[in-house]
C-alpha cells in the first residue's frame, strides 16, 4: 500500500462527535509514552501529522486523521480510510477524574464506533510484560474488538532482547487466549514494520469494501 496523503479532520470529546462512519477506520492505542504518535507519523510518511511530546498523556481527544491510500500496483484507484490516535491509558499527570473520563471515553468509542475494522494496540518492546497492557487486551476479548498488536521502539533494544520480550508477551497472552492476535514489530526510526502494518490494513480494507458491496 501506499499513502497518497495524510490530513488531519477533527478531535472529538466522545463517540458522538467523531466524523460520519463511511469510512473503514483504524485506532491505534498504547500505554503512555509508547511511541503512538512517532508510529503514526511513520506509517502516514509525514513527520508532523500526529503531535509528539515528551509528557505523557499528551493525546486527550479522538483523534481522526483522513488517509487516502492506493496499491502499489494501482496507484490510479485510491481508498479513502480514516486513522485515528486514541489517548494513551495508564500513566500520565492528571487528575484521577480525567482518567476516568478518558477512559469512559475510549471504551464508549471502541465498543460503540461501528465502522471500527481493527485496534491496534502498542507494546513498547524494550520491557517484559507489563500488567496494565494485558489486561486492556483481555478486556478487548471480553468486548469482542478486533485487534492486531505492534511491538514499537524495536530499535532501542538489541534484537535478542527484542525478540525474547515478544515471545514473552505473546505466551503471557496464551493463558488465556486460544488465538493469538496478529502482531507487529516495529520502529519509527528505522521504519521497520511500516509495509506489513500498511499491507494489513489493505487487506481490511478491501474486505471492507466487500462488505459494503454485499
Known amino acids: 500500500m501506499q499513502i497518497i496523503s495524510a490530513t488531519y479532520v477533527k478531535s472529538s470529546a466522545n463517540y458522538t462527535q467523531c466524523p460520519p462512519p463511511d469510512k473503514a477506520e483504524y485506532a491505534f492505542i498504547g500505554r503512555s509514552n509508547v511511541g503512538k504518535s512517532s508510529l503514526i507519523n511513520m506509517l502516514c510518511n509525514k513527520k508532523n501529522l500526529a503531535k509528539t511530546s515528551a509528557t505523557p498523556g499528551k493525546t486527550q481527544l479522538i483523534n481522526h486523521f483522513l488517509i487516502t491510500s492506493a496499491s502499489k500496483n494501482n496507484t490510479a484507484k485510491t481508498t479513502d480510510w480514516y486513522l485515528v490516535d486514541l489517548p494513551g491509558y495508564g500513566y500520565a499527570?492528571?487528575?484521577?477524574?480525567?482518567?476516568?473520563?478518558?477512559?469512559?471515553?475510549?471504551?464508549q468509542?471502541?465498543?460503540?464506533?461501528?465502522?471500527?475494522?481493527?485496534?491496534?494496540?502498542?507494546?513498547?518492546?524494550?520491557?517484559?510484560?507489563?500488567?496494565?497492557?494485558?489486561?486492556?487486551?483481555?478486556?478487548?476479548?471480553?468486548?469482542?474488538?478486533?485487534?492486531?498488536?505492534?511491538?514499537?521502539?524495536?530499535?532501542?533494544?538489541?534484537?535478542?532482547a527484542t525478540?525474547?520480550?515478544?515471545?514473552?508477551?505473546?505466551?503471557?497472552?496464551q493463558e488465556s487466549w486460544e488465538e493469538l492476535p496478529p502482531h507487529f514489530?516495529?520502529?519509527?526510526?528505522?521504519?521497520?514494520?511500516?509495509?506489513?502494518?500498511?499491507?494489513?490494513?489493505?487487506?481490511?480494507?478491501?474486505?471492507?469494501?466487500?462488505?459494503?458491496?454485499?
Open 163 to 173: 525478540t525474547r520480550n515478544v515471545q514473552q508477551f505473546l505466551s503471557s497472552l
Open 93 to 107: 499527570k492528571v487528575s484521577q477524574k480525567q482518567r476516568k473520563s478518558w477512559s469512559s471515553m475510549i471504551e
Open 185 to 214: 514489530i516495529t520502529s519509527a526510526v528505522k521504519g521497520d514494520g511500516r509495509d506489513e502494518v500498511l499491507q494489513f490494513i489493505d487487506q481490511m480494507n478491501k474486505e471492507y469494501k466487500a462488505l459494503q458491496k454485499g
Open 109 to 160: 468509542y471502541i465498543v460503540r464506533r461501528e465502522n471500527l475494522g481493527n485496534l491496534f494496540v502498542l507494546i513498547d518492546s524494550r520491557h517484559e510484560p507489563q500488567q496494565i497492557d494485558l489486561e486492556f487486551i483481555n478486556q478487548l476479548g471480553v468486548w469482542q474488538v478486533p485487534f492486531a498488536l505492534v511491538f514499537t521502539k524495536a530499535d532501542k533494544n538489541k534484537p535478542a
